[in-house]
T-cell receptor, first 113, second 116 residues
Framework: DQQVKQNSPSLSVQEGRISILNCDYTNSMFDYFLWYKKYPAEGPTFLISISSIKDKNEDGRFTVFLNKSAKHLSLHIVPSQPGDSAVYFCAAIPDTGRRALTFGSGTRLQVQP | EAQVTQNPRYLITVTGKKLTVTCSQNMNHEYMSWYRQDPGLGLRQIYYSMNVEVTDKGDVPEGYKVSRKEKRNFPLILESPSPNQTSLYFC???????????????FGPGTRLTVL
């Protein structure tokens, strides 16, 4: 039973438009959320995070929104660029000391020039 | 350059032949971890280590062993590999940033293992 779900395996958008990647979680113990980006043949790299005490965090073209009541978060990329084409993983950490990231299955984003 | 390195990057082996995947970080991080990535399942934690000589099981530890004798190294050992351990493996490290696991984990490039 996956506790973090990314229901869209792939997404294609035009360059310059907005990309919206979605993530749902079931474990109410999660209180910190992260997005990682992964290129082929490389490890995931950290992109942006949000604490459960916030509902929005912005870093340049990337914004993460958190809706705790719906147990839903989303990553917005504006404007999308071809270099953003990668697999995006949503991850969550519970409010315990183990530091284990629980990952979603990933969404492959393709930004068309 | 700050990095996490893994070796080998690719490995094909046969059932039952012991193997070790090495992981090393040069950032003086206390926390290190191993994950495996399988299609449709994302990354799942195998083992983690809070510091030298301190290791514990993650979500999918069966069939794996680890050791942490030095701060920079965290090898993953498969004593008797089986085909269901065919996967993409990632090592990660991080430095605590105020407790409760809010630190960002840095990942190695991955090791693709095939067990025949």
């Amino acid at each position: 039973d996956q506790q973090v779900k990314q229901n869209s395996p792939s997404l294609s958008v035009q360059e310059g438009r907005i990309s919206i990647l979605n993530c749902d979680y079931t474990n109410s113990m999660f209180d910190y959320f992260l997005w990682y980006k992964k290129y082929p043949a490389e490890g995931p790299t950290f992109l942006i995070s949000i604490s459960s005490i916030k509902d929005k965090n912005e870093d340049g073209r990337f914004t993460v929104f958190l809706n705790k009541s719906a147990k839903h978060l989303s990553l917005h990329i504006v404007p999308s660029q071809p270099g953003d084409s990668a697999v995006y993983f949503c991850a969550a950490i519970p409010d315990t000391g183990r530091r284990a990231l629980t990952f979603g299955s990933g969404t492959r984003l393709q930004v068309q020039p | 350059e700050a990095q996490v390195t893994q070796n080998p990057r690719y490995l094909i082996t046969v059932t039952g032949k012991k193997l070790t995947v090495t992981c090393s970080q040069n950032m003086n991080h206390e926390y290190m971890s191993w994950y495996r990535q399988d299609p449709g399942l994302g990354l799942r934690q195998i083992y983690y280590s809070m510091n030298v000589e301190v290791t514990d099981k993650g979500d999918v530890p069966e069939g794996y062993k680890v050791s942490r004798k030095e701060k920079r190294n965290f090898p993953l050992i498969l004593e008797s590999p089986s085909p269901n351990q065919t996967s993409l493996y990632f090592c990660a490290s991080s430095k605590p940033s105020g407790g409760q696991g809010r630190d960002t984990q840095y990942f190695g490039p991955g090791t693709r293992l095939t067990v025949l």
